[in-house]
């Protein structure tokens, strides 16, 4: 078995891709090298990037800005180090939209690995803790974690509510989901 594998960002014509305008393996090749870049010098870029043409494919709303994501060192879910730059993987960040419905708005996601986003997928809380107590047994503490996870989200999201029913400026509750967004944003288990 052969287990050499091409240079992705290698024209397997021209060798390195330097007629772009005239090759489009050239092109090519040249754009998976500039993308495999872009994904580790800026992984905000992609996520945000990726969410966009999900909100638009799926007719979601979409205002997401760089600052209103933040990428943790390790996944808010499951604790596992998050791997940034490299080929999909379980341990790739991915954008969660903690009320689905609701499309990529500021303060309804949370970069979680990929893993835990499919795990959670589109279920509501309940369905989580039944897979957490009858799912297959070696996923039983995934979805614990996972159902902790929706249920810090929830009351991030009712303290957010009365902070927003009071207008002070004194609010406890803004202070309060101020401390909670920090606290979650970078909270590992």
């Not at 240079?7 to 090519?28: F, L, M, Q, Y």
């Not at 808010?76 to 999909?88: A, D, E, M, N, T």
């Amino acid at each position: 078995m052969n287990d050499f594998k091409p240079d992705p960002s290698v024209c397997p014509t021209h060798g390195e891709p330097t007629k772009r305008t005239a090759c489009p393996k050239c092109n090519a090749a040249y754009m998976r090298g500039y993308l495999r870049k872009i994904r580790k010098t800026r992984p905000h870029k992609t996520i945000l990037e990726r969410a966009r043409k999900r909100a638009r494919r799926q007719g979601l709303p979409y205002t997401l800005r760089r600052q209103d994501i933040a990428l943790p060192a390790r996944c808010p879910v499951l604790g596992i180090p998050l791997r940034v730059g490299q080929s999909r993987s379980p341990a790739s960040p991915s954008l969660d939209r903690i009320d689905p419905g609701q499309g990529y708005v500021p303060g309804n996601v949370r970069v979680i690995s990929d893993h835990a986003n499919k795990l959670k997928g589109n279920r509501r809380l309940a369905d989580i803790r039944s897979m957490s107590l009858k799912g297959p047994l070696a996923r039983r503490a995934k979805y614990q974690a996972v159902a902790a996870y929706m249920e810090r989200e929830a009351l991030l999201v009712e303290v957010r509510q009365k902070a927003a029913q009071e207008p002070r400026l004194d609010n406890p509750w803004q202070v309060i989901a101020d401390f909670l967004e920090q606290r979650f944003r970078h909270f590992s288990v």
